[in-house]
């Protein structure tokens, strides 16, 4: 029997078209949740949107979660759809590999934009509106084990989603009053659409990994809907890092 924890929420989801963030949409609609599902690619917003259909209650919101305009859309839709926004999770990210020495401007003002910038301003977007709701809320970023442990060509990357995790942190003081918490989920190897493509990944990250194997969007939706839940309620500034053991002992893939 499905979990009815999230019954009457209503809870945004960047980056959701696949992957970890389509997982997280699944499970909260599952648990009753009216879930809006952003994503960039238009196309797949739709087709995530359709199979949660008898799922749960699922309004597709496409755009880039970068541009304020599309933020702005997403609270005031979720808000005229519901009358309320209960979760916000921020989970659309960027990776762009590249040598430090040679990383251009290009690539770092998108990765910067999209993992900082977005995360940035949905939470403040969102807070506002928790904080005319008067009821508190909770807000959840996603980081990276990349945040924790250096890992090649991953600079930008990394530095970005380090820098979420200082933000959750400085948010407990900025939003802890109003009854808000912010916390950070950062997933280490993770099976996706992406990563599946790569036909060595499965057996180099359970080689590498303690546990045996790499993440599955499971193991991280599990994770992420404990930290947006009631039972995380006192829970704030926190990051829960999945992955199963390897920045522990951090093994380099290369």
């Not at 020495?101 to 290009?106: A, I, M, T, V, W």
């Not at 990394?158 to 942190?169: D, F, I, T």
Request: glycine share 10%.
């Amino acid at each position: 029997m499905a979990s009815t924890r999230f019954i009457g929420k209503t809870a945004i989801v960047t980056g959701a078209g696949q992957g970890i963030g389509f997982e997280l949409c699944k499970r909260l609609a599952l648990e009753g949740a009216t879930v809006l599902l952003n994503d960039i690619d238009e196309s797949l917003t739709a087709d995530a949107t359709r199979q949660l259909q008898d799922v749960g209650k699922c309004i597709a919101c496409p755009g880039d979660s970068s541009d304020l305009r599309v933020i702005t859309q997403l609270v005031e839709t979720a808000v005229s759809e519901t009358g309320r926004i209960d979760i916000a999770i921020a989970n659309a990210g960027i990776t762009l590999f590249g040598d430090f020495l040679g990383y251009s401007p290009e690539s770092f003002r998108k990765v910067m934009d999209v993992n900082l910038g977005g995360t940035f301003f949905l939470a403040q977007a969102v807070a506002k509106q928790f904080i005319a709701q008067g009821k508190g809320g909770t807000i959840l970023f996603t980081s990276s084990a990349t945040g924790h442990q250096a890992h090649k060509n991953l600079a930008a990357y990394g530095m970005s989603k380090a820098a979420l995790e200082m933000l959750a942190k400085h948010l407990v003081v900025e939003l802890g009053p109003f009854g808000i918490n912010v916390n950070t989920v950062a997933p280490g190897a993770t099976l996706t659409e992406r990563t599946v493509t790569d036909r060595e990944y499965e057996a180099v990250w359970s080689r590498l990994t303690p546990m045996g194997r790499p993440a599955t969007t499971a193991d991280i939706a599990a994770a992420a809907l404990f930290l947006v839940s009631e039972e995380a309620r006192h829970i704030t500034g926190q990051t829960l890092i999945v992955d199963g053991g390897w920045t522990s002992v951090s093994p380099p893939p290369y």
